[in-house]
């Protein structure tokens, strides 16, 4: 499936040491919630936002001390990716 996708997949596992060393919270929350929109394969992909939504949220903290609020789904894949960093 991905030789068939107009861009390059991106490895999930090295999104903080393609950011010096800093995990993009914001940047992957934008991504999977659909705040910024990739054309992968020439078209929309679904977006996700309303799905990893909930009226529960948890305060995330961005590399600059700020607070960024999502959902606790959203929050739990964000935490998820965070976690299988590496070098």
Same mark, same amino acid.
């Given at each position: 499936?991905?030789?068939?996708?107009?861009? +390059?997949?991106? &490895?999930?596992?090295?999104?903080?040491?393609?950011?010096? !060393?800093?995990? *993009? /919270?914001?940047?992957? #929350? +934008?991504?999977? &919630?659909?705040?910024?929109?990739?054309?992968?394969?020439? !078209?929309?992909? *679904? /977006?996700?936002?309303? #799905?990893?939504?909930? &009226?529960?949220?948890?305060?995330?903290?961005?590399?600059? !001390?700020?607070?960024?609020?999502?959902?606790?789904?959203?929050?739990?894949?964000?935490?998820?990716?965070?976690?299988?960093?590496?070098?």
């Amino acid at each position: 499936m991905a030789e068939m996708l107009a861009i +390059r997949t991106p &490895d999930l596992t090295r999104l903080a040491a393609q950011n010096d !060393g800093v995990f *993009p /919270i914001e940047a992957v #929350a +934008r991504q999977i &919630d659909g705040r910024a929109p990739l054309l992968a394969h020439g !078209g929309e992909m *679904p /977006i996700f936002g309303p #799905a990893l939504d909930s &009226d529960q949220k948890v305060a995330l903290t961005m590399p600059d !001390g700020q607070p960024m609020f999502a959902g606790v789904p959203l929050a739990n894949v964000i935490f998820y990716l965070e976690s299988i960093q590496i070098e």
